[in-house]
């Protein structure tokens, strides 16, 4: 039963997708002689967390009941009291936690405050599924990256788009819905120029039952071609809209798209282009924890060859486009990694096939992480 408990403990946390950041996404349950009597989830960054809402809805039915949450509980003052604290209060005498915090400000800290006060506390139920869960948020922790899930549309023979580079619509129609789902799950969007040129995509999600939230869009962009016309710079204040460009782009031209109410980031530019690594560390300072790249070739290509992929989720559709389009990738050399056996499933006429990379520098720091 501890395993079933936690199951929909876990289930409850993935409601905060795309609203925690940078916070951890938690799910907590309380079960009292075998019957559940209270649950919440860290609903929004800045609110009550996943252990004080399930304590509320629980109330004098907490005492003497097993806690179970996702992740170790808080030990500190954030935003909102330590949750050990009203843990503690609230009478619990079992904790059954998945995870320790990889904040070095709690690791094993809260966890040691409940066993202080009594509290038996077991750790290590359903690890894999709670990694996984919060992943954008352990991998910030391990190595001051976001987690980068890489989206591609192709055809049987690899294709992207239309034999004269122009836009195509390649996956089916509910492919396309799952994508707007993906969108309202993370904290931003990532394409490169190519795309806003060749396609103008609001990157929103745009289901009937969706909108609740918009991602914010980033556009990698070094010589600022984006135009005032594009659909992402048309609704900027409305829904976050932030260009990444050259240090040397004209002011003027900066200007006049941050009269839009568009924002403008500058980096350093190689070889190879913008500095996708310096990019992504920042965002993940600005709280975007959880990227989905919709880039072209050129993007998609850059970030694996950089090790800085985390999942990719490839849309395989049942047509042929034909030699002369462009490629999904240019040539990869990818970095020492480990690719998760991967999986298939069908959506509506689509193959799509998911798997998760691990890179050696990825666990590498991982497991100093978790020494300190």
């Known amino acids: 039963m501890d395993t079933a408990y936690m199951r929909m403990a876990l289930a409850l946390a993935e409601k905060g997708c795309g609203y925690t950041s940078p916070n951890p996404r938690v799910g907590a349950l309380i079960v009292r002689d075998g019957e559940v009597v209270g649950r919440g989830f860290h609903e929004r960054y800045g609110t009550d967390h996943a252990e004080v809402n399930a304590l509320a809805c629980a109330g004098e039915r907490a005492e003497g009941a097993t806690l179970f949450v996702t992740l170790e509980p808080c030990s500190i003052w954030g935003k909102t009291p330590p949750c050990t604290e009203a843990i503690i209060s609230a009478g619990v005498t079992r904790v059954v936690v998945p995870i320790e915090d990889p904040n070095p400000e709690i690791a094993g800290r809260g966890l040691a405050a409940l066993r202080s006060a009594g509290i038996a506390v077991e750790l290590g139920i359903l690890r894999e599924e709670a990694v996984r869960l ?19 549309a192709v055809s049987l023979d690899g294709r992207v788009a239309a034999g004269d580079g122009g836009a195509l619509v390649i996956s089916s129609e509910k492919s396309r819905a799952l994508v707007h789902r993906m969108r309202s799950q993370v904290d931003a969007v990532l394409v490169g120029v190519g795309t806003v040129l060749a396609d103008n995509p609001k990157l929103t999600d745009r289901r009937p039952e969706g909108g ?3 991602p914010a869009r980033m556009v990698i962009d070094s010589t600022l071609k ?70 072209g070739p050129r993007l998609a290509t850059s970030l694996l060859n950089a090790g800085l992929v985390d999942r990719v989720s490839f849309f395989i559709a049942p047509r042929l486009i034909g030699a002369g389009a462009p490629a999904a990738l240019g040539t990869i050399r990818f970095p020492d990694c480990v690719f998760s056996e991967g999986c298939w499933t069908t959506v509506e006429s689509d193959a799509l096939f998911t798997a ?17």
């Open 212 to 214: 609740k939230r918009q």
């Open 134 to 152: 919060n992943a954008p948020y352990l991998k910030f922790r391990a190595t001051g990256l976001p987690h980068v899930h890489l989206k591609l």
């Open 226 to 295: 984006t135009p005032d016309t594009a659909e992402l710079v048309k609704d900027a204040k409305e829904n976050r809209t932030i260009i990444v460009t050259g240090l040397e782009t004209a002011t003027e031209r900066r200007d006049c798209l941050e009269r839009t109410g568009t924002e403008i980031w500058t980096a350093a530019v190689g070889e190879g282009g913008l500095d996708l690594e310096e990019i992504l560390r920042r965002a993940a300072q600005q709280g975007f924890l959880d990227i989905l790249c919709e880039g």
């Open 356 to 372: 998760d990379i691990t890179t050696a520098d990825i666990m590498r720091k991982g497991r100093a992480a978790a020494r300190r």
